[in-house]
């Protein structure tokens, strides 16, 4: 594992460690080879599958998520936990008939846990990742579209996190000691690291 | 479930509980509830006990304690926790007979039976229109003015609705003569006329549902006030989320107050429906916000579908679990906290 989105991920993983977030010692072992290349060959047939993503799945596979925590605890970044692939997998099942992720090629790498979900078109993603937009899919906010470009690539996404925990945009609320974020800051650091994305334009 | 007998109709437990559950929590008196009220928390595919480790399950005498693992805020947290499960049983005490009065939702404009959850005809009068009140605690406002958000354009033959239609209603929605439905009514507290977002049972069940029973705890909410979205709304939204669990694919926590006004935010009620519906809704809410500017009020009433009675459950309201205290204030809260400090 040695490319952009890994060293992304393990820059992330260290500004987690002195915040102690929850999500360090909830993140799945890794997926097996096989495990991955089962899942994307079901839902991505003939899609020439990525190192790097297969990469995150290799580094561990999600979140283990539960129905009797509250979601934040399972945040990799203030409001989105890294799914695993049985995740994946129901979520996809579950939002078809809505965002038609089947023809749209969308991988739901991330959840909110309450139905909005960061996705990109593995299909574009395997040709040109850092042309490929990570979209936002949600239906709960009337300004927005069914799926709204939020970050201009994956690793822009992670460069982005990253950035926000930098300059203390994501940081861990005293009160109830989970990932929080400062929404001015976060909003304009990624503004500027995302020039093409719409979501940020609002 | 071998256990005991559901009825989907009424959404109620129709054979009461052969355990009797949690003796030391008065909600585990109440024989027809399911999960003790809970059911975003714990399941019963049995019947008989509800499947989660005994540790997490709602108990009065350890929720002063700081096992919690958040210190003072985790025992905060528990407290809303238990208050908020007691509150959840006196609200459907409350709804229930209220709903037997056949009354309390004078906003319902079914024109006759509403929905077999709720019970009783509507009267369709306006007397339960109040000025603005009730909700606070919501981020958002006029202030400073937020840009004026595109609206997104409502397109009844748009796929995904087609989609949602088919597979959710199982077939196109029925069409509403939208005339008998006026855009706008008069604010009885300023004589203004606002604008109307009409929430129809035919096209969103369940939000529909869970519309209707928010505002049949909080009938002046009944009149919202638009915050300008973007920003707000986002925080709003998030602030809203904080603190709860997971919900099932497939499904989208809603919120009422929407985000997108003045009085949503970490107070609103929320339930989890079909993301399908949600959709629909966004439409709805994006062709009335359209004409809107910050600050601008509106009126939220349900309107029952007779034709098309769909009887949808949803979860009753749930609100934040730190937030809903309704018999704890605040700062007896702290009092409690600082006398456990010590």
Redesign the interface.
Known sequence: MANKISNELEILIKNLEPLNAPVLKLLNPPASESQILLFLNKYFAGVLISEEIKDMFLWHNGTA????????IFYLFP?FFFNSIEEMQ??M???E??YKVKENSFLPLFS?????YLALNLKDYSNNPDATPIYYL?????????YTPIYDSLYQMFNTVNECFKQKAYFVNN????LDKD??RR?QISKKMNPNSDYWK? | MNGRVYDPLYGQMLSPDPVLQFPGFSQGFERYTYCLNNPLKYIDPTGYDDEDDDANKPNPSACFSFNSGGGFAGAVKDVGNAVADAAVAVGNAIGSAASAVGNYLSTDHGGGQSSGLQGGPSTGGESGYTAEGGSTGGKGGPAGGPEKPPARPVNPSDATTQRYQQAVLGGPIRPLDRTQYPETKPDPATGKLLPVHYVFQSETPTIYQFTKNCLARDPALSILTYNGGGDWADENREDAMRGIVKTPYGYSRDEFPYASTIEGGVDAYIAYVPIGEQYIQGGQLSSLYRNMNAGDKFFVIPVASPQNPIIQWVPQPQTHPIQFLPFISTPALEVIGLIFAF
């Open positions: 998520t539960d129905y009797k925590n509250p979601t934040d409001g129901n979520i099942d579950a939002i008939s809505t909110s846990g309450h139905g909005e949600s239906t709960w906010n009337p300004e927005l579209e069914l009160t109830d000691l989970m929404s001015k909003k609002r």
